[in-house]
């Protein structure tokens, strides 16, 4: 079975363009948003998931639902027996976020299906197209179906005045105690491989001159904390001289200055490694002439490298205990979270550069700084890959924006890999 670029975007633009108009209309933002708002488990979330089930119908695909509630569309195959190749992305998005994010992978999978379907092709083993709900919030919706989830996700809330994510849940009609059992309601050994398309979260693919499609060399892996504080003593700014003080904002941008030239460090030395200071505040009673005696702030450090991940981490602590002695506070640290940085399979980059030299679409390879359902799937052996189309004005906002020849080049790249799966 060939694709000619041509037909594939003559064929396929009209199912995409239907795909990304409906889906935002039915999750348009209440004003004073501009963008979507589809929160997982959410109903609009779940009448998003009941339209693209209509497009599956509308196809000839078979229609399934995990007990975690994801939706699996199928193009069947000639051995049913096989392991399954599954494509696909999450329907949920931020709050009033972009219609892309996740979205694209969505539609990306239906127009390789519907491309299987149009030619009369069948695949050896079955083509899953599926739906994961609830990426934004922590990959709840690959996790819950691989029973990863805990009763501490569970309790979590989305935004304050929100359900918790288990009231959420159960309001979807679907049992959330199979999901933090440790035991998958979906068995990984009937999944060959998972691929996915996504929007590029950077901005190195919308260069002037450059190839708008990317294929992902791995997930970076992450350390985070949510709230450190630094703690010292709060008094007036003009009667404390300087040996005296115990500032708390001196201590903490001087550590945080050092910490971000030591990045610059590593990464002059080669090394994969990015680091970010999210949110650093006083508290609200500060004022010009307070010396401020505590500061809370957040630590977000990524690396491919799980080795250097942990090695900057190490020295972050080190540097913190040392700062604190230098300058009389004490730095407290809130839980540490930690995503181990996941490769994609060589095999499957292999498939992807092929499908793309076949297509005469050039592509770059590039990291994934951010997480995605992807990394579920490779922590549980199974191989993953991930290509990325370029996107305009950030992710995660309402002016997110997505060219439709970029997504076809890339929809394309992908059902030619998902077609040669098994020639």
């Known amino acids: 079975m060939t694709i000619n670029m041509n037909d594939f975007i003559r064929t396929n633009g009209e199912l995409a363009q239907a795909v990304f108009d409906e889906i935002r209309a039915i999750s348009a933002s209440p004003a004073p948003g501009r963008g979507v708002t589809r929160l997982g488990y959410g109903p609009v979330e779940t009448a998003v998931m009941a339209r693209l089930e209509e497009k599956g119908r509308e196809l000839g695909l078979e229609i399934s639902h995990d007990l975690a509630g994801n939706l699996w569309m199928t193009v069947p195959g000639e051995d049913r027996t096989l392991p399954a190749l599954v494509c696909g992305s999450h329907a949920d998005s931020v709050f009033d976020g972009g219609n892309y994010d996740g979205l694209a992978g969505v539609a990306a999978a239906l127009l390789a299906a519907k491309t299987m379907k149009a030619q009369g092709f069948t695949p050896k083993r079955d083509f899953c197209v599926v739906v994961l709900r609830s990426e934004e919030q922590g990959l709840i919706g690959s996790k819950a ?80 904390h949510r709230t450190i504080e630094c703690v010292g003593t709060t008094a007036h700014a003009g009667a404390i001289d300087y040996p005296y003080r115990k500032d708390a904002l001196a201590a903490s941008m001087a550590f945080l200055t050092h910490m971000h030239e030591r990045w610059a460090d590593r990464v002059a030395r080669g090394e994969d490694l990015v680091f970010t200071t999210g949110i650093l505040r006083t508290p609200d009673a500060g004022t010009f002439n307070k010396i401020p005696g505590y500061v809370a702030f957040s630590l977000d450090a990524r690396s491919l490298s799980n080795e250097t991940l942990s090695s900057f981490y190490d020295e972050y602590r080190r540097e913190a205990q040392r700062f604190g002695e230098a300058y009389g506070v004490e730095f407290r640290f809130d839980p540490v979270g930690r995503l181990v940085a ?10 992807l550069h092929r499908a793309a030299d076949e297509l005469a679409v050039p592509v770059i390879e590039e990291p994934s700084g951010a997480g995605h359902d992807a990394q579920t799937f490779g922590l549980e052996g199974i191989p993953f890959a991930m290509l990325f189309v370029s996107n305009q004005n950030g992710s995660h906002n309402p002016d997110e924006a997505m060219r439709m020849e970029d997504f076809l080049a890339g929809a394309a790249i992908l059902t030619r890999a998902a077609i040669d799966f098994d020639r």
Request: with cysteine; net charge negative.
């Open 145 to 224: 179906m691989m029973g990863k989830l805990s009763e501490e996700d569970l309790d979590r809330r989305w935004r304050p005045d929100a359900p918790t994510l288990g009231e959420s849940i159960a309001a979807c009609g679907i049992d959330p105690a199979p999901l933090v059992s440790g035991k998958p309601v979906v068995d990984p050994k009937r999944i060959a491989a998972f691929m996915e398309l996504h929007i590029e979260q950077g901005v190195r693919l919308d260069m002037p001159e450059g190839p708008r499609v990317a294929i992902v060399t791995g997930i970076r892996g992450l350390v985070w």
């Open 342 to 351: 996941q490769k994609s399979s060589s095999e499957l980059i292999g498939r």
